[in-house]
């Protein structure tokens, strides 16, 4: 069993920058993947940043070079450094674990790109 906790959404200008965080119940070292994803209202929910165990880093072209996941095994943390954020990236923001073959979510944080 995983639980997560997002926080660190909240309302920033364009061209800003924010710092979510993901943290975990247990050592996120036993999780496979933990990823990063976002949905806004009539769209499904889409990943934009994901790590595997090993470190892998994958982002979709819309987040590359803006985006940063990285994780603190000590805090049992993942996090997502969102820098230059546009408007169209404001959407509720996911933390998504997959462990032992099942899914697990959190239950969201709302990030607003707004001036």
Known sequence: QVQLVESGGGLVQPGGSLRLSCAASGSIFR????????????K???????????????YPDSVKGRFTISRDFAKNTVYLQMNSLKPEDTA??????????????GKGTLVTVSS
């Open 44 to 58: 499904e929910r889409a990943l934009v940043a994901s790590m595997d165990s090993g470190g892998y880093t994958n």
């Open 92 to 105: 509720v923001y996911y933390c998504y674990a997959f462990y032992n073959a099942v899914n697990y979510w």
């Open 31 to 42: 999780i496979n993947v933990m990823s990063w994803y976002r949905q806004t209202p009539g």
